[in-house]
């Protein structure tokens, strides 16, 4: 065994659970664990172990201070390589270079799209439960294709979201490629006892089961239920199929690093027919596929979020002859849209196209109660976007409240 390997081994003495989670073999480790109970350390020890292997490490975490908790580790266990310059610290790239090969960096990763363009041959994807399923799904798995590198992702869970999902593909796989993982917050022998009863003081007996027991919930502050059983609309529907219907579209457009996202529906077959999503493009762009959308199905009105996008891009849709109507969301008017559609999904009054992105959107959407009104709140969690919640809800809410004559909801 080499020094530096010797010299890691000691910094750290991995619990049990991380044990198992570090020496699998398999190349896409899926770990679910209770708040505090070592992931973040554990994907530490990890990084360093492949950087001094010479592979080339990237983390990514939703916020700075998840980042900044598995970077400070990172710094911690190379110290002494730092101080023998066999190692580079760069503050301001997060990054460890170590001398003839490895590396380890540390991103923040709010917009999954922030991360094309790196390289990598290890991933790991820190509190993917609430980072948008695109970090995976069309960056990080892409990126390590060309060197069929490994991945690792660790999460608290946010109920049964993309994450989950993740989660059950790993403990049905029986390849020996995917690998899932599973440890409370007790099962960590270096958290005192003192700070578990701080953390478990003022939660909830269902927080204490997701954050601690760390188990995915079904109904915690969900707001969407009976979602599988309305992802039937087929994926290849046709204008033609739809020729003499009411058709309708509700869109969300883009607001810094969140998604435009159009929804298309049959009001005729109560029937989602077209989507579309992307971001970082300028209004022109974007103005310019909703044009290509509107051109193909003719719908008779467009509910579109006036407060994304303001309103003289809405006069510019309007003036190029689209048949939009402003709906301003405001925290009297998005609970009913919200309301609206998940009744529908309850009722299984809609048939919705399955996309795992826009599906895991639907389960992961959270409602909140205010306890001084007593009112309701809808969001996504922290970390995550709700944009084509928004744009179905929007476009299902111009179905059934439809009007031949174009006024303004404000």
Not at 70 to 81: A, M, R
Not at 103 to 128: H, M, P
Not at 328 to 336: I, L, M, R, V, Y
């Given at each position: 065994m080499s020094p530096m390997t010797e010299l890691n081994v000691r910094l750290y003495d991995p619990h049990p659970s991380q044990a198992a989670f570090l020496r699998s073999p398999a190349k896409r480790k899926v770990c679910c664990a209770g708040r505090r109970g070592g992931k973040t350390t554990g994907m530490a020890i990890l990084a360093v172990e492949k950087m001094l292997e010479g592979r080339r490490v990237l983390e990514a975490a939703p916020t700075a201070d998840q980042t900044n908790a598995f970077w400070n580790d990172c710094k911690t266990f190379t110290q002494p390589l730092i101080d023998a310059k066999i190692v580079k610290k760069n503050e301001t790239e997060r990054s460890l270079e170590m001398i003839g090969?490895?590396?380890?960096?540390?991103?923040?990763?709010?917009?999954?799209?922030?991360?094309?363009?790196?390289?990598?041959?290890?991933?790991?994807?820190?509190?993917?439960?609430?980072?948008?399923?695109?970090?995976?799904?069309?960056?990080?798995?892409?990126?390590?294709l060309d060197n069929d590198g490994d991945a690792a992702f660790i999460f608290t869970p946010k109920r049964k979201n993309h994450a989950f999902h993740l989660y059950q593909r790993a403990v049905t796989d029986d390849t020996g490629r995917w690998a899932a993982f599973h440890f409370t917050s007790f099962d960590n022998p270096h958290?005192?006892?003192?700070?578990?009863?701080?953390?478990?003081?003022?939660?909830?007996?269902?927080?204490?089961?997701?954050?601690?027991?760390?188990?995915?919930?079904?109904?915690?502050?969900?707001?969407?239920?009976?979602?599988?059983a309305c992802l039937t609309a087929p994926l290849d529907a046709t204008p033609e199929q739809h020729?003499?219907?009411?058709?309708?579209?509700?869109?969300?457009?883009?607001?810094?690093?969140?998604?435009?996202?159009?929804?298309?529906?049959?009001?005729?077959?109560?029937m989602e027919v077209a989507r579309d999503r992307f971001n970082q493009v300028d209004y022109h762009v974007q103005t310019q596929r909703l044009q290509a959308l509107a051109e193909r199905w003719k719908p008779a009105a467009i509910l579109s979020e006036l407060n994304s996008?303001?309103?003289?891009?809405?006069?510019?849709?309007?003036?190029?002859?689209?048949?939009?109507?402003?709906?301003?969301?405001?925290?009297?008017?998005?609970?009913?849209?919200?309301?609206?559609?998940?009744?529908?999904?309850?009722?299984?009054?809609?048939?919705?196209?399955?996309?795992?992105?826009?599906?895991?959107?639907?389960?992961?959407?959270?409602?909140?109660?205010?306890?001084?009104?007593?009112?309701?709140?809808?969001?996504?969690?922290?970390?995550?976007?709700?944009?084509?919640?928004?744009?179905?809800?929007l476009m299902l809410w111009q179905a059934q409240h439809y009007v031949s004559s174009y006024v303004d909801f404000v």
């Amino acid at each position: 065994m080499s020094p530096m390997t010797e010299l890691n081994v000691r910094l750290y003495d991995p619990h049990p659970s991380q044990a198992a989670f570090l020496r699998s073999p398999a190349k896409r480790k899926v770990c679910c664990a209770g708040r505090r109970g070592g992931k973040t350390t554990g994907m530490a020890i990890l990084a360093v172990e492949k950087m001094l292997e010479g592979r080339r490490v990237l983390e990514a975490a939703p916020t700075a201070d998840q980042t900044n908790a598995f970077w400070n580790d990172c710094k911690t266990f190379t110290q002494p390589l730092i101080d023998a310059k066999i190692v580079k610290k760069n503050e301001t790239e997060r990054s460890l270079e170590m001398i003839g090969g490895g590396r380890i960096r540390a991103k923040t990763a709010w917009d999954a799209d922030s991360l094309r363009g790196d390289y990598c041959d290890f991933l790991i994807l820190d509190e993917y439960s609430i980072m948008d399923p695109s970090a995976w799904d069309e960056v990080g798995a892409p990126m390590l294709l060309d060197n069929d590198g490994d991945a690792a992702f660790i999460f608290t869970p946010k109920r049964k979201n993309h994450a989950f999902h993740l989660y059950q593909r790993a403990v049905t796989d029986d390849t020996g490629r995917w690998a899932a993982f599973h440890f409370t917050s007790f099962d960590n022998p270096h958290l005192s006892k003192d700070a578990l009863a701080e953390i478990t003081a003022d939660i909830t007996e269902d927080a204490y089961q997701q954050e601690i027991l760390a188990r995915f919930l079904e109904s915690q502050g969900q707001v969407f239920r009976n979602i599988a059983a309305c992802l039937t609309a087929p994926l290849d529907a046709t204008p033609e199929q739809h020729a003499g219907h009411h058709i309708v579209a509700g869109c969300d457009w883009a607001r810094e690093s969140d998604y435009s996202c159009f929804s298309v529906g049959c009001v005729t077959c109560h029937m989602e027919v077209a989507r579309d999503r992307f971001n970082q493009v300028d209004y022109h762009v974007q103005t310019q596929r909703l044009q290509a959308l509107a051109e193909r199905w003719k719908p008779a009105a467009i509910l579109s979020e006036l407060n994304s996008i303001g309103l003289p891009v809405h006069e510019m849709l309007q003036r190029q002859g689209l048949p939009v109507i402003g709906f301003t969301t405001t925290a009297q008017t998005k609970p009913p849209l919200i309301e609206n559609m998940a009744l529908a999904f309850e009722r299984g009054e809609w048939a919705w196209q399955a996309d795992p992105t826009w599906t895991a959107e639907l389960e992961a959407y959270e409602r909140t109660v205010s306890p001084t009104t007593g009112r309701s709140s809808y969001s996504a969690p922290a970390g995550s976007h709700d944009d084509t919640v928004i744009a179905r809800a929007l476009m299902l809410w111009q179905a059934q409240h439809y009007v031949s004559s174009y006024v303004d909801f404000v």
